[in-house]
């Protein structure tokens, strides 16, 4: 089975500092996606990165970019120039290739400091 | 507007009833997913469906059921047998793996048991 951790419970950096947020899967699959999603306090889901695992590129949205090491399964979240806007939840969440299931990690909560 | 709606946003129950939680999407995609939130455990997978008349359970399928009659609409209900049903529920779509990969989500649905 597939499985996302998140090692990092909580976080906290200044406004303009850069951070960066670890996640980790297992999966036996060679065809799968991975993605970074915000969750505000208002509690939507808003999407902020995706890779897919053939690509070897890493992903990259304006001031936020990925760390993608495919052989150390590990999918890590650069944010630069943080914002207090980038206060929220960050979920990392992989997608099965094979049949569409997408589970997610537990989460970091991030908090940018004025 | 495209999106995906769910309802209602706020629901009370009293312990032994079933309540039905709708979800919506006019995306027209073929994969949709109910999770679970709670404080700390992140998002996990309740049900998921690749196509109409099917569905797979997740990882916390015991006390609910879903069903797939139509494309646009996966259902998602809490019966008496789910012991510990308060919690945050968020419904989410994708056009499928083969089709695209990009996840949406609902605003989400509280469910609190009175």
């Known amino acids: 089975a597939q499985t996302v951790t998140q090692s990092q419970p909580e976080m906290s950096v200044q406004e303009a500092e850069t951070v960066t947020l670890s996640c980790t899967y297992d999966?036996?699959?060679?065809?799968?996606?991975l993605f970074w999603y915000k969750q505000p306090p208002s509690r939507q889901m808003i999407l902020v990165i995706r890779?897919?695992?053939?690509?070897?590129q890493n992903a990259t949205e304006n001031r936020f970019s990925v760390n993608f090491q495919k052989a150390a399964k590990s999918f890590s979240l650069k944010i630069s120039d943080s914002q207090l806007g980038d206060t929220a939840m960050y979920f990392c969440?992989?997608?099965?290739?094979?049949?569409?299931?997408?589970?997610f990690g537990k989460g970091t909560r991030l908090h940018i400091l004025p | 507007d495209g999106g995906i709606t769910q309802s209602p946003k706020y629901l009370f129950r009293k312990e032994g009833q079933n309540v039905t939680l709708s979800c919506e999407q006019n995306l027209n995609h073929d994969a949709m997913y109910w999770y679970r939130q709670d404080p700390g455990q992140g998002l996990r997978l309740i049900y998921y469906s690749q196509i109409v008349n099917d569905f797979q359970k997740g990882d916390i399928a015991e006390g609910y059921s879903v069903s797939r009659e139509k494309k646009e609409s996966f259902p998602l209900t809490v019966t008496s047998a789910q012991k510990n049903p308060t919690a945050f529920y968020l419904c989410a779509s994708s056009p499928g793996v083969f089709s695209g990969n990009t996840i949406y989500f609902g605003e989400g649905s509280w469910l609190t048991v009175v």
């Open positions: 890779q897919e695992a053939y690509k070897q």
């Open positions: 969440a992989f997608m099965n290739g094979r049949d569409d299931k997408i589970i």
């Open positions: 999966t036996s699959e060679s065809n799968y996606y």
